[in-house]
């Protein structure tokens, strides 16, 4: 794949949908002509998909980080509670809300703390739920952005093959129209070939 703009490449194909329309008895045309319509419109749905995912992915929890830092705000408020009336043996650990498998971990040990000593505890039953709270939606969080991310990457091989068969094709058009024109001719200049693409001999 060649290093091209994907802005260029578009424009370009967009410029040779009227040339292959207007000249249908050019045997490269008839061969190739009814790619450029093809590759053109397999290229921008690659790259719209591609940009939704990608937007869903990146615009969503974050991959369950959002919910992780409730959760950890949830666990440290948790921790003040429990220093303040001095209860012992409770997970007192310091942890990163984006270690998630840590932060999820220390959350369930608080909650089985908890649940131990609800009894004698004031307020535990609303740190509980609380905390059960948070774990859910980081779970659920932690999921969807794990299912946003396998989507955005499933979408990436479509658009590089999209942008290759695409290049092929305005590769291809550029060889058979210098040729067929000369790289001076004014339909062949007023096409916005990329430069990366077949470029004119100097």
């Known amino acids: 794949m060649a ?12 410029g040779l949908v009227p040339f292959v329309s207007n000249h ?5 045309v008839r061969t190739h002509g009814a790619h450029v319509t093809t590759v053109l419109a397999e290229l921008r749905a690659a790259l719209a998909e591609t940009d939704q995912h990608y937007y869903d992915w990146r615009m969503g929890d974050g991959g369950g980080q959002t919910s992780l830092k409730k959760l950890h705000l949830a666990f440290k408020a948790a921790q003040r509670q429990l220093a303040a009336v001095g209860a012992i043996g409770y997970p007192d650990e310091a942890v990163d809300y984006l270690d998630d498998a840590n932060m999820r971990e220390l959350g369930l040990a608080m909650v089985a703390w908890l649940q131990d000593h609800a009894g004698v505890i004031e307020g535990a039953d609303e740190l509980i739920a609380s905390l059960k709270n948070h774990l859910e939606r980081s779970r659920k969080g932690l999921a969807e952005g794990t299912q946003a991310r396998e989507d955005y990457q ?41 430069a990366a693409l077949a470029p004119d001999p100097c």
């Open 154 to 194: 499933r979408t990436v091989s479509k658009r590089i093959r999209a942008i290759e068969q695409a290049e092929d094709v305005v590769r291809t058009m550029r060889l058979n129209m210098r040729v067929d024109l000369g790289p001076r001719d004014k339909t062949y200049t007023a096409i916005p070939w990329p």
């Open 24 to 28: 249908p008895d050019k045997d490269y």
């Open 3 to 14: 290093n091209v703009n994907l802005f260029e490449l578009e424009e370009c194909l967009e």
